[in-house]
């Protein structure tokens, strides 16, 4: 286990020498046996996996039932009957059908790659490298290649890319708070630890992952790859499944009925027209049963929206683009509505609520309270009050000249800190009065500073002290943890700094004070840390916070707006998740209840079931907490997002129903385990990226509402044909159907699929963020929007219908009368669109307010008129020229009974 052993037999059961290393034969032989450092990922599905699970669709199922009764009805007519147009038409319906089949599946396989090449360029941004020791010689390798027993040497700001074990450190600590939760650096020892001692106490380790802050040390490799403890970690995952979307679940459910109506339909239509023929004409031939075929064709493609899975790649592929725009990269189109139908938001606090940014919000010198404006690495900011500043210079110097960290400026002009967070947090502070160490200690005056001596902070002394000589004076410094510093202090007014450091504890500050004790030359020499570190004089008391982000309040009002629940998970303590909660505005004050991993294991999951709805904030928790969480939320019906940045979160985001990782400080294993990435890290973008799957999801609505009011026409227009038609009509046989199957897959794909595409640019009728999450256990017709596409889409099918009667009774030939029923049902669908996309009526949206529509309606009824001029779509769509007045009846008639019932419901309206 290594953590309970000498350093001495650590090296020896590897192998390994800690002043020569392995040899390059020796790593070749561990590579082998090993192999590489890294996290093993679940093989991406192949791309012809894509492609072929596509075809799984309940929609593509009943369509590949089509072509495949094209293709037999077209080889019958061409075989049997010598009918080579009737033929040539059906082979035609079959080709066409196949076309919108392959643009569907390659939408998707689009979609797939696209996120794939995005994930892979953030992954490029994270390749390390480390300092190795082989053969004798240091190096520079990737980190792939690190095997066990390889002696590595690490520094401030280094990352820590395996699993090692420490056999000598300098002042080092470590971040860990990737596996952890906490924002506390750990200091490091070398000595072995009793063997019942925790992951997160085992201080003689490193885990792979973790952030060197301060100091540097040398270890050797004791795992790589998936024995580390991040790899454990990712193991998890394979043991969680991915959850079903709700827009998945309400389309597949809705096109599971559409696929039993179909089949219904087709079933009913060859049943029925065959009686009809044996009815009135006394016999039945396979002539006859190849016009009903037609028929059964046309609808079997009219009863289901064959642009549906197109329409809804396209919409979601329109949101994940409003979304990058928005530093949102999602990797699942469907997830994109997901988000819109969240209920609870489950984050993560540090590095997401949170910056990961210590700063000294408060500080009590001199006798008086200071308040610090600014947060993070800025030294921008005011102290109040300002009349008082120059009395706590001597505490805030004390503080940065016993320190080590600093604060630089990149390339970019931002401010990068290097060194413990905590001493980061002082310096800043420093800044913000224009104290600077360096300058501090490189001054030529009467109060030059220099730093003769230094004693590290450990553990067990709880403080760090600096012997410096200022001018002819000696002194030593001293910060550390309030309580012991108090233990050792000779102020008289101790009372006073214990009442603060009671008050700046309930706010969930984190306390550090600062002492100074002036000694003799020979002292400062000569004397022992022990001797000292005592009757020191109190100088200051720090009050210091992980700041939250300034943006997260303002989102979690709009999410709580929303009827969306925000809950903390965090390995941090209780009263600081507390405290960070009430601020952010996630609980109102810090009586709520906040519970405990230790509490959480002592529950049953009926347990944590009754009690997880009200519970807002979670303390001091694991990932298998977090996992549990997320699980019986799931159970009351809710849909979780849980947000994260650390490998600790990534069996949660994989749990939960939308997983939200951070794409800058993020780790690999978190962003492949998300479906969203935000690419700024802000929570602000996870409130948009809610605002547009809100959006998405009412456009899919408003589309579908308009796909499948051209469904019913279609459908109802053919079944009027085939039962009521019982004897020819001039020209018209009584076995032509009111519409070709070509002429639907026209209406279906090119008039009412480009407007659907477009309503997919609608913004929001109303303000959707002051709205509740939709139910998703409620179909998607609920709410009315059953009986409004039944009254319309039966309308619609009567006026096709009517308008093909009298087009056959007026004489026209057969292609004349099906052109009039087509142009009749494409212009009544294309004045529905506009009906369509208001939950209210037309008249309640300006038809103008989306420009890309107005586009698409124009093109969908200019190409329509044109299918019925070229003698190209004559010849394959079976269409015929008409007169000008004919032209003028289609287009304006079918648009009376689209404004009479919006007149109506509008009238209803404001009698309400």
């Given amino acids: 286990m290594f953590y309970n052993q000498n350093k001495e037999d650590v090296l020896k059961e590897l192998n390994s020498s800690r002043h020569e290393g392995l040899t390059r034969d020796e790593v070749k032989i561990r590579l082998e046996k090993y192999g590489k450092n890294e996290i093993q990922q679940e093989a991406p599905t192949p791309i012809w996996k894509v492609l072929l699970h596509s075809f799984k669709e309940p929609l593509v199922i009943i369509l590949l039932l089509a072509v495949l009764l094209s293709l037999v009805s077209g080889v019958y007519d061409l075989t049997q009957n010598g009918d080579v147009k009737h033929a040539m038409s ?112 085992r201080k003689n380790m490193g885990y792979s992952g973790s952030t060197v802050t301060n100091g540097n040390g040398y270890a050797v490799v004791v795992a790589t790859g998936m024995e580390t403890e991040l790899g454990k970690i990712a193991g998890l995952l394979k043991d969680t499944k991915d959850q079903k979307t709700p827009i998945e679940k309400t389309v597949n459910d809705l096109t599971r009925k559409l696929m039993y109506v179909a089949g219904g339909v087709v079933l009913f239509t060859l049943v029925a027209g065959s009686l009809k023929t044996w009815l009135t004409t006394g016999t039945f031939s396979f002539t006859s049963f190849a016009a009903i075929l037609s028929t059964a064709i046309a609808l079997a493609v009219a009863a289901i929206p064959d642009a549906l899975p197109a329409v809804l790649s396209i919409v979601l592929t329109i949101g994940a683009t409003v979304l990058t725009k928005s530093k949102g990269l999602i990797k699942s189109l469907n997830s994109v509505e997901t988000l819109g139908s969240t209920t609870f938001i489950a984050s993560d606090k540090t590095g997401t609520l949170t910056k990961n940014e210590m700063t000294v919000t408060r500080f009590f010198a001199d006798g008086t309270e200071f308040e610090v404006e600014g947060r993070g690495y800025d030294p921008l900011g005011e102290i109040t009050p300002s009349n008082k500043i120059d009395s706590a210079k001597k505490f805030v110097i004390a503080s940065i000249l016993n320190n080590e960290a600093n604060v630089s400026r990149d390339e970019n002009g931002n401010y990068v800190p290097f060194g413990n967070p905590t001493d980061v947090a002082l310096v800043v502070l420093g800044l913000k009065l224009n104290l600077d160490r360096h300058e501090l200690l490189n ?233 969203l ?71 279906n794909m090119v008039s009412d699929a480009l407007p ?90 300006n038809p103008f307010g989306n420009p890309k529509l107005v586009m698409a309606v124009a093109f969908s009824a200019i190409s329509s008129l044109f299918v019925t001029i070229s003698p190209f779509f004559n010849e394959v769509m079976g269409t015929a020229r008409l007169s000008g007045i004919v032209y003028l009846m289609v287009i304006f008639i079918p648009a009376i009974p689209v404004f009479l019932i919006s007149g109506i419901k509008a009238l209803v309206w404001l009698k309400k």
């Fill in 756 to 845: 659907s595409f477009a309503l997919g640019y609608d913004v929001p009728e109303s303000d959707i963020m002051n709205e509740p999450p939709r139910d998703t256990h409620k179909s998607i017709l609920a709410n009315g929007m059953m009986s409004r596409i039944i009254v319309r889409g039966i309308t619609m099918g009567l006026v096709v219908f009517v308008a093909f009667v009298l087009a056959a009774r007026s004489g026209m030939r057969v292609e004349e009368a099906q052109t009039v029923a087509f142009l009749t049902l494409v212009f009544g669908q294309l004045w529905n669109v506009f009906d369509a996309r208001s939950s209210k009526t037309l008249f309640h949206r």
């Fill in 443 to 675: 001054k030529k005056d009467e109060t030059d500073y220099d730093i003769l001596r230094v004693f590290p902070f450990d553990s067990t002394r709880k403080m760090m002290s600096v012997v410096i000589k200022s001018g002819d004076e000696y002194k030593v410094l001293t910060k550390g943890a309030p309580d012991v510093l108090l233990n050792i202090a000779i102020n008289t007014d101790n009372k006073a700094f214990e009442t603060k450091i009671d008050e700046f504890a309930n706010e969930a500050l984190r306390t550090l004070a600062v002492g100074e004790r002036i000694i003799s030359e020979d002292e400062a020499m000569n004397a022992s840390m022990e001797d000292l570190e005592k009757d020191i004089t109190l100088l200051g008391l720090a009050g210091i916070i992980d700041p939250p982000r300034e943006e997260v309040r303002d989102s979690v009002e709009t999410l709580h707006n929303a009827d969306i629940n925000v809950v903390m998970i965090t390995g941090d303590h209780a009263k600081t998740a507390q405290a960070i909660a009430v601020k952010l505005g996630i609980i109102s004050h810090t009586g709520t209840q906040v519970m405990e991993g230790k509490q959480i294991d002592k529950l049953s999951d009926d347990e944590l079931f009754d009690k997880v709805e009200d519970i807002r904030v979670y303390a001091r928790v694991s990932p298998e907490h977090k996992q549990r969480i997320v699980n019986q939320l799931q159970r009351h019906g809710e849909v979780v997002a849980m947000t994260g940045d650390g490998v600790n979160d990534a069996p949660a985001l994989r749990a939960a129903d939308i997983g939200v990782a951070m794409g800058i400080n993020g780790t690999d294993v978190t962003k492949d385990s998300a479906d």
């Fill in 90 to 201: 059906s082979f035609y319906e079959a080709i066409a059908i196949l076309i919108l089949i392959f643009i569907n599946s390659g939408l998707s396989v689009w979609q797939t790659v696209s996120a794939r090449k995005s994930l892979d360029s953030l992954k490029e941004m994270n390749n390390h490298q480390v300092s190795v020791l082989r053969d004798g010689d240091w190096e520079k390798i990737k980190v792939d290649l690190l095997v066990p027993g390889d002696i590595i040497s690490v520094k401030m700001g280094d990352f820590i890319e395996a699993d090692v074990r420490w056999f000598k450190v300098s002042e080092l600590q470590v971040l860990e708070a990737h596996l952890t939760g906490e924002s506390d650096p750990i200091l490091k020892v070398v000595d072995a630890l009793p063997e019942d001692t925790d992951l997160g106490d």
């Fill in 677 to 747: 990435i935000l690419l700024d890290d802000k929570f602000t973008t996870i409130e948009h990226s809610v605002e547009a799957g809100r959006t998405i999801f009412t456009n899919i609505k408003n589309f579908m509402r308009h796909e499948l009011t051209t469904n019913v026409a279609e459908v109802l227009s053919l079944l009027l044909g085939l039962l009521l038609i019982t004897h020819d009509i001039g020209n018209v046989s009584s076995n032509t159907p009111t519409l070709t199957a070509l002429m639907v897959l026209w209406v």
